[in-house]
């Protein structure tokens, strides 16, 4: 994040500026954002309650439906059950590229949302209220990686819970070159499922970051696990580490996959299991 006190000059590319703690303002940035949120209930309110509403099929993914009515789950479960009849490779071949247009970037860096580059809390469920927090160096990190990759937003919640956290994150610049939903996910063992082949990017070139790997169990290896982000860790570190590593990717040249075959035991210390700044540098 930015500070408006110190220099807005500096960039996660000068390593020199992580030292300093006092240079970030995520405390700053995230009361600004929810600022926002609490000035507009509208948005809030449909966060809170589209939030609520991916918290019960998240129950039914985790077989934990002690809060979810019998019927409700029954109906899910019909749901998924008429979707696996449909296997993959029949939606690949039903569906046409989600992107037309070619990338004007080199590689593409598909980035999850909730617990991945965001968390959402809902506070107090009787009075509507929530509060929004950004993973620390999130905002310097796009500003960063945006330079490099073609930046695209494939998270498994509806639109309607995510974009309004989408634009807040956007409010003063863009980063994300186009976003995809729910609705572009395929169910597999009642798993939304993003296949990230049918994004209309050579796959060679594609990197998706998420912090649950079933979403990207189709492709694996193109796949970097991030510790789960629930806004605890003010020091979390992750997206500092994978910013650096994505930076090597990116001047290697080569298929994706064999790069993060390569760095596969520093992604599992420093961005799986994230480790201090200071000790790394």
């Known amino acids: 994040m930015y500070d408006n006190k110190t220099n807005s000059n500096k960039t996660l590319s000068d390593s020199k500026n992580y030292s300093d703690k006092n240079y970030y303002s995520e405390n700053n940035n995230n009361n600004s954002l929810n600022n926002i949120l609490t000035n507009n209930n509208n948005i809030l309110n449909n966060m809170i309650y589209y939030k609520i509403k991916n918290y019960s099929v998240d129950n039914l993914n985790n077989n934990k439906n002690t809060n979810l009515q019998n019927k409700n789950v029954q109906n899910l479960k019909n749901i998924n ?42 506070t107090n469920i009787k009075i509507n209220e ?48 186009f976003k995809f939903y729910r609705e572009h996910t395929i169910i597999i063992n009642n798993f939304f499922v993003k296949d ?9 070139k594609i990197i998706i970051v998420d ?10 290896e193109n796949g970097i696990l991030i510790k789960s982000f629930y806004g605890e860790n003010k020091e979390d570190n992750s997206l500092f580490h994978l910013l650096k590593i994505l930076i090597r990717i990116y001047n290697e040249n080569d298929d994706v996959r064999n790069s993060i075959k390569k760095y596969k035991n520093e992604i599992l210390r420093k961005v799986t299991s994230s480790i201090d700044i200071e000790k790394d540098l």
């Open 81 to 122: 059950s008429i979707y696996q009849k449909i296997t993959v490779e029949q939606k690949k071949i039903l569906t046409i590229p989600f992107i037309k247009t070619p990338s004007l970037k080199k590689l593409t860096l598909i980035l999850d949302l909730d617990e991945t580059i965001i968390n959402f809390k809902i």
């Open 130 to 177: 929530g509060k929004l927090l950004l993973r620390p160096y999130l905002k310097d990190f796009l500003k960063e990686i945006s330079k490099l990759y073609e930046i695209i937003l494939f998270t498994a919640a509806i639109k309607d819970y995510a974009e309004p956290i989408i634009n807040l994150i956007e409010k003063e610049e863009k980063f994300f070159s």
């Open 196 to 204: 990230i082949s049918l994004i209309g990017r050579d796959i060679d």
């Open 211 to 220: 912090n649950l790997p079933q979403n990207f169990m189709l492709q694996k």
